[in-house]
Nanobody, 126 residues
């Protein structure tokens, strides 16, 4: 399984960052991919999920209107454009993939439904 995140860093409140997740060819065939984050002392939460074969997406209320998930088929990668960042967005951000059609058809944001994970990239907003 190959999921490698990049693009994290430190930014001031109100700023923007774009995260990328490079997916191996095999992993990219999984039905859906998403972004999750884990804030200090908190459970890992789902932020945005995208159906690889189409344009269907879903977002958590906490990031709706500020974050945008997208895919680049040529690069076999998943992106997360994050705007209007807030200090509470500080977290480790993870890319995940899943092939279960039931999970993907529902665009689940539940961590337990995803089998494949990257190592994470840190985002700090001050």
């Amino acid at each position: 399984v190959q999921l490698v995140e990049s693009g994290g860093g430190s930014v001031q409140a109100g700023g923007s960052l774009t995260l990328s997740c490079a997916a191996g060819r095999y992993t990219y065939k999984r039905n859906c991919m998403g972004w999750f984050r884990q804030r200090p002392g908190k459970d890992r939460e789902g932020l945005a999920v995208l159906w690889i074969g189409g344009a269907t997406t879903t977002y958590a209320d906490s990031v709706k209107g500020r974050f945008t998930i997208s895919k680049d088929n040529a690069k076999k990668s998943l992106c997360l454009q994050m705007n209007s960042l807030k200090p509470e967005d500080t977290a480790m951000y993870y890319c995940a993939a899943e092939r279960c059609s039931a999970v993907c058809s529902s665009l689940s944001l539940a961590r337990r439904n995803y089998d494949y994970w990257g190592q994470g990239t840190q985002v700090t907003v001050s």
